[in-house]
Nanobody, 124 residues
Framework: QAQLVESGGGVVQAGESLRLSCAAT????????MGWFRQVPGKEREFVAA????????YYADSVKGRFAISRDNAKNTGYLQMNSLKPEDTAVYYC?????????????????WGQGTQVTVFS
């Protein structure tokens, strides 16, 4: 069982950076693959990045490669998404998710647990 809470969203100018955090309850976070997703009203949820439970395997959507970095600190039960060189098209509600499956499954939006989301707004 896991409860996920995102934080770190905000309003920034294009080109600036933002770091999102995903805090998980319990002591089982280290066994879960974790990922980040985003959604704009009227559009389907989009995969952004995923990381294996060990932190060794990483996946990124093509739209964020080279700009975003996913990481995790299992000792703190927390995952992160560092977002650099933000663009207006990155504006969305960002969600973290976790699953006891592989990180690859997260690419298909398959996860057992989801956070409530945090708003990221980027203006030019």
């Amino acid at each position: 069982q896991a409860q996920l809470v995102e934080s770190g969203g905000g309003v920034v100018q294009a080109g600036e950076s933002l770091r999102l955090s995903c805090a998980a309850t319990g002591r089982f976070f280290s066994t879960y693959a974790m990922g980040w997703f985003r959604q704009v009203p009227g559009k389907e949820r989009e995969f952004v990045a995923a990381i294996s439970s060990s932190g060794i395997t990483l996946y990124y959507a093509d739209s964020v490669k080279g700009r975003f970095a996913i990481s995790r600190d299992n000792a703190k039960n927390t995952g992160y998404l560092q977002m650099n060189s933000l663009k207006p098209e990155d504006t969305a509600v960002y969600y973290c998710a976790a699953t006891r499956g592989s990180s690859f499954s997260l690419r298909a939006l398959k996860a057992e647990y989801w956070g409530q989301g945090t708003q990221v707004t980027v203006f030019s």
